[in-house]
């Protein structure tokens, strides 16, 4: 019984993190408020740090899903008769969880070198994919403003 509820939830953690990190990556939310995607206060600065960290968060997550579904694929083989199934079980669910979570480091590390404390975009990276928007436009409401008056 517990070969099968563990299956289960192998199935459903890689699945969720394959689909949640292909969504960040190809769907990122447009909206600064929106409850979905990567949030802590330095990914929530600016919409160019939230499109940044959504980008690099979707694509740690989803192939740290496909590396998890292979470990985890690998485990089942390899142990799937042993005597000592059930603890083995409990670990690679507790490493299954360590991989979720382990998104959050390089991530902020990336953040943190990318853009100074105001969300400026201070990077040399230039993959198009995770380039954010200028943060530029608040000048230019700025301008606008100084104009109408």
């Known amino acids: 019984m517990l070969h099968v509820i563990s299956l289960i939830l192998t199935v459903t953690v890689c699945s969720s993190m394959i689909g949640l ?31 940044f960290a959504n980008k690099f968060a979707g694509k740690f997550l989803f192939f740290d899903g496909i590396f998890t579904a292979a ?35 390089p991530t902020e590390i990336l953040i943190r070198g990318n853009f100074d404390d105001y969300g400026r975009y201070t990077g040399t990276n230039e993959d198009p994919a995770i380039i954010p928007e200028k943060p530029s436009t608040k000048k230019k409401i700025i301008e606008i403003y100084k104009q109408a008056e």
């Not at 408020?33 to 600016?46: D, E, L």
């Not at 142990?79 to 670990?91: A, D, K, Q, R």
Request: charged share 5%.
């Open 21 to 51: 990190g292909s969504f960040l990556f190809f769907k990122a939310p447009y909206s600064m408020n929106c409850r979905i995607g990567y949030h802590t206060t330095m990914s929530k600065m600016n919409k160019g740090t939230q499109n």
């Open 71 to 105: 470990i985890s694929s690998a485990f089942y083989l390899i142990f799937w008769t042993n005597t000592n199934f059930n603890h083995l079980m409990i670990v690679l669910i507790v490493f299954q969880i360590i991989t979720v979570l382990a998104v959050f480091l």
